[in-house]
């Protein structure tokens, strides 16, 4: 098992960004702050959406893998009315046939974030 951290990226001290374990990567809960910051890139939730996917991006890289090696993607979404702004930024990253996917709303986040993304990666030989 390996624990990754990228250096860089905003992150608590109380997790990594991600872990690696056999060909599974697990990318722990990512927002959609501004490099070397804290602070989250202005906007609301398709900016936050965009700069988090951004963010996960960075991380799969550093574990050996892409936005193509996505499988299952968790996202938060601190109001259900920013659910279409959050929904078209990631469909700008993914595509017309994105990972499987569930959004789940009204939650309260980290930073005040509008957006809280994690997901799980296969990791290619």
Do not use: W
């Not at 202005?42 to 959406?49: M, S």
Request: proline share 6%; hydrophobic share 45%.
């Amino acid at each position: 098992m390996e624990k990754v951290v990228v250096e860089g990226l905003a992150r608590l001290p109380s997790f990594s960004h991600a872990v690696v374990a056999g060909d599974t990567i697990y990318v722990s809960g990512s927002l959609g702050t501004l490099p070397d910051s804290m602070e989250l890139i202005p906007g609301g939730a398709g900016p936050e959406t965009t700069q988090t996917l951004s963010n996960i991006e960075t991380i799969l890289h550093a574990s050996g893998a892409s936005l193509d090696d996505v499988v299952k993607v968790n996202v938060y979404v601190s109001d259900m009315a920013a659910f279409n702004e959050m929904n078209n930024a990631y469909l700008e990253v993914f595509g017309a046939s994105p990972p499987a996917r569930i959004t789940v709303g009204g939650v309260d986040l980290a930073l005040n974030a509008a957006v809280e993304i994690d997901c799980i990666a296969h990791k290619p030989a």
